[in-house]
């Protein structure tokens, strides 16, 4: 289940730990590859351990759907202590520094963007809005 939980979402450098189902969402519990660990967002360097970010409370990035259900990583990052950058939270290799989204997902989004304009119904699918009756381009709010 791990191998296609990682050929599924399209990991790399990442080792799937486990996975639940939370009300309508699927949770990947994930870490990086030992060798990806502890290494700044900045420049990439393997760093120091200096504390657990969010007193060791695992963060959620929201990945690509699973058989149309919602699906996030899980995974508690730490702080490192760069030399030249000074503390930073790790880089993780599924998503950009600082976002709470994987990097297909973001890429996704992005193309979604450029491609639909936003009556189009995968695009309200995915900002789980239904259109507005009243306007041809508004998407409703959602109930």
Same mark, same amino acid.
């Given at each position: 289940?791990?191998? %296609? %939980? %990682? %050929? ?136």
């Amino acid at each position: 289940m791990k191998s %296609l %939980l %990682l %050929l599924a979402l399209g990991l790399a450098r990442t080792v799937v730990l486990g996975a639940r189902i939370e009300a309508e969402r699927i949770v990947v519990s994930v870490r990086p590859y030992k060798r990806e660990q502890r290494r700044c967002p900045v420049c990439g360097r393997a760093c120091d351990f200096y504390d657990m970010a969010n007193r060791g409370a695992p963060r959620l990035w929201r990945a690509m759907d699973l058989a149309r259900s919602a699906c996030y990583l899980e995974y508690a990052p730490c702080r490192v202590r760069c030399p030249e950058h000074g503390v930073r939270t790790e880089a993780v290799p599924w998503a950009r520094h600082g976002a709470r989204f994987t990097r297909d997902f973001e890429d996704w989004v992005a193309w979604l963007a450029v491609r639909c304009d936003s009556a189009s119904l995968g695009f309200t699918r995915l900002t789980n809005t239904r259109p507005n009756p009243t306007s041809a381009n508004a998407p409703a709010k959602p109930a």
